[in-house]
């Protein structure tokens, strides 16, 4: 099986990564909780967050390989102009650039703990915590994007492509945490799928 034939897969591995720097790096802290209660949570588990970090940076990194993929599997099928895939790549990048800010946030509280003012640190938990639009707005787009983009060429299932819109319209709502939550068992069915298309078929008969 060629590197090429595993690209779609990126999608499943931006998944696991993902989970993995939620399990690694626990529950933080609300951005309401006590100053005190921060910061001995991010002293106590400097080392894990700062992995949990890393994890969800690759992880992003991957997702935007994927949403490259899916998005260049949905243009070919589409139209001159291709607007509904451009807004899913957009999508893609934004909800990249949204996971690393997490992910940066909170490396940089676990890394400096105990080096700076305690509010220091306090702050850059209550950013980690709060600082969804970034998140909410890619997941919404890049989902919006990918699903009229499927129902528009059939690249992939149609029932696909609806459950990517209503998830991305969720993203967009105070419910949007359970659109990040679709997004990934949204985005193992898409990478499967694709990777399926990918495999060789039976060797042609002499």
Excluded: C
């Excluded at 992003?60 to 509904?84: D, K, N, W």
């Excluded at 895939?85 to 940066?104: D, N, P, Q």
């Excluded at 949007?176 to 078929?201: K, M, Q």
Aim: no cysteine; proline share 5%; glycine share 14%.
């Amino acid at each position: 099986m060629s590197a090429k034939q595993l690209v779609p897969l990126s999608g499943v591995v931006a998944v696991v990564l993902t989970i993995a720097a939620f399990v690694v790096g626990g529950e933080t802290p609300e951005a309401g909780d006590p100053l005190n209660e921060v910061v001995s949570y991010y002293s106590e588990h400097d080392t894990d967050l700062q992995i949990a970090s890393a994890l969800l940076a690759l992880g992003g990194f991957f997702f935007l390989v994927f949403s490259t993929t899916i998005v260049g599997v949905l243009r070919r099928g589409q139209a001159e102009g291709g607007g509904a895939s451009a807004l899913g790549f957009a999508g893609g990048i934004v909800f990249t650039v949204g996971v690393t800010i997490f992910a940066g946030l909170g490396f940089a509280a676990a890394d400096v703990v105990g080096d700076v003012d305690p509010a220091v640190v306090q702050a850059l938990n209550a950013l980690g915590a709060d600082m969804f639009f970034t998140v909410a707005v890619g997941t919404g787009a890049f989902l919006v994007g990918a699903g009229i983009a499927t129902l528009k060429t059939g690249a992939l299932p149609r029932w696909l492509g609806w459950a990517a819109v209503v998830i991305g319209v969720i993203a967009l709502t105070p419910a949007g945490f359970f659109g990040f939550i679709a997004l990934g068992i949204w985005t193992l069915i898409a990478s499967v799928i694709l990777w399926r298309r990918e495999e060789p078929g039976p060797p042609a008969p002499p």
